[in-house]
């Protein structure tokens, strides 16, 4: 256990022009972080990360606020703190909080959670919720200390793309077609093309069916508004994104799967989240999407060396198609809650 810091102070970051030596602690924060979680990943550099920053800056779905915790001058943690503006889960504040490792046990977490609390009550937020990973086991005791409950249990899948079955992707995509004659998958390019935003945004609604355990979190608003910045930050951090679609004859979007790839750290692409509408379900549309999406990755990603893809414990259907195609459990990481007052009186705050 470290002694206590002298001197603890907290600063703000403007995210669309940030100060360089602000932009230099969160790209620092953030590539220990990464060492620590993702070690094989390629870490951020300035530039990628005061894009991402600006990308941030500029979507206005959720309002985002990042602040560098100094411990006696030097950069020593980090919070990010994210909310919705939509309308939808107005009682929550997301909190991400990170301490370098050398510097733990000195009350920098604390100062951390100080800063997320402040916001929660300046913003009338009154669950906190946040991630650990079993990679760090200080997370745990550090979250029960606040009061926090685990709401989820979210499992980080990996699949190594050398070890795809191919001839199982290939029977699926047989099958998808067989089983579904009406519907044919189809490309949209980024930026989303503006006549399918509307029913894309229904597709991706569907995504709120993912059972979150006990967190105590609401159905998310999608819209195409929503859509849009989230397309935008993507592109700030330089990502490409693949956005594949199951589309009924009369052009009414069924399901679709996306995928982020990012020149910067090639050996990885992102599964993101994969959905099929409620009354399309049980006809292989799932397993066709993600089969199609994975002939493509084979093909036209050389780069890619890996797929990864997180999953709630309890989301059975995405569990057997990721089972199926080789995904492994590759981290698991736990969503914890709070109510903002508990985490205050824990934290000695009036
Ligand atoms: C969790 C984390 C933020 C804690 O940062 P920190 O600066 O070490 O935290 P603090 O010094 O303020 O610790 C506050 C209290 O939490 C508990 N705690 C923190 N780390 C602990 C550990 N390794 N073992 C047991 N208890 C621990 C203790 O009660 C501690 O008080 P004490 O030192 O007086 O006993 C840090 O370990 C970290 O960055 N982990 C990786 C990211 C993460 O898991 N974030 C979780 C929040 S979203």
New binding site residues.
Partial sequence: ?GGAASSIVSTELDLAQPDPRHLEAVVALRCAHLAETQPHDAPPTVEHVRRALAGVAAQRNFEVRVAVVWCDGAAT?LVEMVSSRKGDNAHLLQ?????MPF????????R?LEVAVGRARAEERTLLI????ER????E???R?LGARPGLVSLVYEAALAEVDTALLEAWLRAGSERAPDVELAWLGSPYPEDQLASLATVMLAMNDIPLGDLQVGDRTVTPATLRDQDGMQRSRGDERWTLVARRQGGMIVGATETLWNPANPAVLVQLGTVVLREARGRGLGRWLKAAMLERVLRERPEARLVRTDNASQNAPMQAINDALGFRVALTETVWQVEAEVAAEALGIS
Avoid: D, I, Q, W
């Fill in positions: 256990m943690g909190v991400e909080a990170y301490v510097e733990r046990r000195r009350g920098v977490g604390t951390l946040g991630t650990t990973t760090v086991a200080a997370g005791p550090f979250a200390r």
